[in-house]
């Protein structure tokens, strides 16, 4: 089968069989390790990537759902600003995922900042329910997004919340 899409902003073409999941297309065919393949059934969150603009568990999409959709995956997000904003954020409240949670914690935090720069509480917890972090309590997770919702806003608009 034959998969065009974009990936991290470059248009790809991926040949795989019918049965390969994303996570296995990124992996396997474009060698992104940061997208892990560890519970494979979509409960862990450690293979997140953005798809057409949401945040999904890589290891559940089927290789032709991904025919002309757009995936960002943590190699990719790293080079853009809004990833600054989020390290910064992490750095100023002296806070860090652990080496398990990063990858989806990072990009559920710009999924959700992507829509909606003011998150309210039931927002960060919505956004954050098919992630299995332990290494951040939740309170630590709001204090944490709203810095880095201030740091985006005062470098989108020169002004904090």
Known sequence: MTIPFILNGEDVV???????RLVDILRDTFKLTGTRADCRSGVCGACSVIFNGK??????IPAFKVKDGEVITIEGF?????????IMGFNKSGAQ????????????????????????????????VD?????????????IIKTISEIRQKRLYGRSA
């Open 55 to 60: 945040l999904v568990p890589s290891c559940l």
């Open 14 to 20: 991926a040949q795989c069989s019918v049965d390969k």
């Open 97 to 128: 995922p652990c080496q398990f949670c990063e990858t989806s914690i990072i990009l559920a935090i710009e999924a959700l900042l992507s829509y909606n720069l003011r998150p309210e509480p039931q927002d960060i917890v919505a956004a954050f």
């Open 131 to 143: 992630i299995q972090c332990r290494c951040l309590d939740p309170n630590q997770l709001l204090d």
């Open 78 to 86: 790293k080079q853009t600003i809004e990833y600054q904003d989020i």
